[in-house]
């Protein structure tokens, strides 16, 4: 069996990026920050000169792409805004030394912050997309667009088959959709699916068919911090269409940060998601066509968990709160109904009963 490689020591690793981090200017609040794969920023300065050391090593052996010059870049302090309806979006450069010097503040104009702190590459990547413009008006109009609204949604329709949304890789995702869709606030240059090529036929087109393309397709997570970045990725269009979701109740980056603490732990695998869960379900309440749910669990989560900590847990209770779902299922990790279990049919008796109320209010308001 080949031996693990030894973790560096600090001065090994200060040694070869040529700085402290501790002796540098940090982004004020890094400790409140989240890498881009939502990891939070370690408090230590070891940890924090781990991640600088890891993005060094991507530099020097060819791991990271190169994408747009540094001179299209924020000087020192200057901050860079990118704006759409009440949601917008601020790039910061803290530093010109460390690998992480820029701070992005995603902000959505229904109380939703997310921090972050991003590389050059990443925010190179999130002001490429920034500079690209929907233009849904067309110089020309084809013979197409003289037909009724009406038929030409329906001819979207046949266009766009039904179908399924995942990941297919998720260092991909992270790397380049996610920083790069971050740029477009209203969701219009998300690259949805290779395979829907009649949202590639021009910029009407595109804009007329993304929202039936959303409705038409089951978006499945395996994590709820892609599902955060996705929902955010997908911008307003995204959200305001999106209709059926699979998502399965963990979180990487909290498991992780969980391990850290506490490595010795028997209970890990008994403990419900806390570090993203409320932001989780806040983008969720914002998908306001979510007709269908399907919340995978851990089996033994389940049927372990005390009932009083399952129900009074944060992320259950907002959970509980989203309205307007018709139909939510609750699954194990084997692809297996587990409704059947006293605290999966309770969550999905409160979520259901949530969904009428919803509909009934949408009714009223009607």
């Not at 978006?219 to 699979?246: C, P, Q, T, W, Y």
Request: aromatic share 10%; charged share 30%.
């Amino acid at each position: 069996m080949a031996k693990a490689k030894p973790s560096p020591t600090l001065v090994e690793m200060e040694s070869k990026l040529g700085y402290k981090v501790d002796s540098l200017t940090y982004p004020d609040e890094s400790s409140k920050r989240f890498y881009s794969d939502l990891r939070p920023i370690p408090n230590s300065t070891y940890g924090k000169t781990r991640e600088e050391f890891e993005e060094y090593e991507k530099k020097m052996y060819g791991k990271e792409e190169k994408t747009i010059s540094e001179k299209a870049l924020p000087e020192l302090d200057i901050v860079k805004t990118i704006a759409h309806d009440e949601d917008t979006v601020t790039i910061t450069r803290r530093n010109h030394i460390v690998f992480y010097n820029f701070t992005v503040d995603v902000h959505h104009g229904y109380g939703f912050d997310l921090p972050l702190l991003f590389t050059s590459d990443e925010a190179s990547r999130t002001l490429s997309v920034a500079k690209l413009r929907p233009n849904p008006i067309c110089s020309a109009v084809p013979m197409f667009f003289r037909l009724p609204r009406e038929v030409r949604d329906k001819i979207y329709t046949f266009a766009l088959p039904m179908g399924k949304w995942q990941i297919g890789d998720v260092e991909n995702y992270d790397g380049f959709n996610f920083t790069g869709s971050i740029g477009d606030p209203s969701g219009f240059y998300f690259p949805l699916s290779s395979e829907l090529t009649v949202l590639r036929v021009d910029r009407q087109i595109r804009q007329e068919a993304l929202p039936l393309a959303y409705r038409r397709m089951v978006f499945h997570l395996d994590d709820m911090d892609n599902l955060i970045k996705l929902l955010i990725a997908v911008g307003r269009i995204g959200r305001d269409n999106i209709e059926s979701l699979e998502l399965i109740w963990e979180s990487r980056a909290d498991s992780e940060l969980k391990w850290d603490e506490a490595p010795d732990s028997d209970d890990l695998f008994l403990t419900l998601p806390a570090l993203h869960a409320v932001k989780c379900v806040q983008l969720l309440k914002q998908c306001k066509r979510l007709k269908f749910l399907r919340l995978y669990f851990e089996s033994d989560l389940i049927t372990d968990i005390s009932p009083d900590a399952f129900k009074s847990d944060p992320g259950i209770r907002e959970l509980c709160s989203i309205r307007g779902i018709k139909r939510v299922q609750i699954w194990n990790l084997g692809h297996e109904p587990i409704e059947q279990h006293g605290l999966a049919k309770w969550l999905k008796g409160e979520m259901e009963s949530a969904g009428e109320e919803g509909e009934n209010e949408k009714g009223i308001d009607k």
